[in-house]
T-cell receptor
Framework: AQSVTQPDIHITVSEGASLELRCNYS??????LFWYVQSPGQGLQLLLK??????LVQGIKGFEAEFKRSQSSFNLRKPSVHWSDAAEYFC?????????FGKGTSLLVTP | NAGVTQTPKFRILKIGQSMTLQCTQD?????MYWYRQDPGMGLKLIYY???????DKGEVPNGYNVSRSTTEDFPLRLELAAPSQTSVYFC??????????????FGDGTRLSIL
């Protein structure tokens, strides 16, 4: 079955610093991959998705992610983090009718 | 443009009580889902529906029931509330997805505590 692992439970970065959140997937064929963000008290919002084609995908809020088949990874990046990026980030893989989510990475942004 | 609306936003129940969590969407999406989110555990699928009159179990269906009489509504019912059902519940929708290639649209969640 398809699964997703987010190795980092918490990440702290300084405002203005670059960010990379890790996501590893387990899937036999080309996976459908997603990154979602959840602000406190809110639902999940789609940041970006990968289905096929260009392995570097651009999303909203200045985020991008790179699909690397050889590493079974789909890491999320942002060149310069803003305080408003503090949130929970979830990687997910499409699985039949639903999505399988990772356990999430909590991002703290310090001044 | 409401999207996915969940009610109530917060609720406290006593053990053994029952309640229905409401989910309504105005996007005319075929597929609807119920997830529960527990701290550090990500989202677990409870039930899903591929259209009116069709529902199926997800990963953690025990203690819950659903129905789908219309495209718009997908209520989740707890018959005998237990402390283990304390969680945040999210409803989500997608236009169609037979192979997981569609992003899902989420409501803001219902925070449920059972004491």
């Amino acid at each position: 079955a398809q699964s997703v692992t987010q190795p980092d439970i918490h990440i702290t970065v300084s405002e203005g610093a670059s960010l990379e959140l890790r996501c590893n997937y387990s899937y036999g064929a080309t996976p459908y991959l997603f990154w979602y963000v959840q602000s406190p008290g809110q639902g999940l919002q789609l940041l970006l998705k990968y289905f096929s084609g260009d392995t570097l995908v651009q999303g909203i809020k200045g985020f991008e992610a790179e699909f690397k088949r050889s590493q079974s990874s789909f890491n999320l990046r942002k060149p310069s983090v803003h305080w408003s990026d503090a949130a929970e980030y979830f990687c997910a893989v499409g699985s039949g009718y639903a999505l399988n989510f990772g356990k999430g990475t909590s991002l703290l942004v310090t001044p | 443009n409401a999207g996915v609306t969940q009610t109530p936003k917060f609720r406290i129940l006593k053990i053994g009580q029952s309640m229905t969590l409401q989910c309504t969407q105005d996007m005319n999406h075929n597929y609807m889902y119920w997830y529960r989110q527990d701290p550090g555990m990500g989202l677990k699928l409870i039930y899903y529906s591929v259209g009116a009159g069709i529902t199926d179990k997800g990963e953690v269906p025990n203690g819950y029931n659903v129905s789908r009489s219309t495209t718009e509504d997908f209520p989740l019912r707890l018959e005998l509330a237990a402390p283990s059902q304390t969680s945040v519940y999210f409803c989500a929708t997608t236009l169609s997805s037979g192979n997981g290639n569609q992003p899902q649209h989420f409501g803001d969640g219902t925070r449920l505590s059972i004491l």
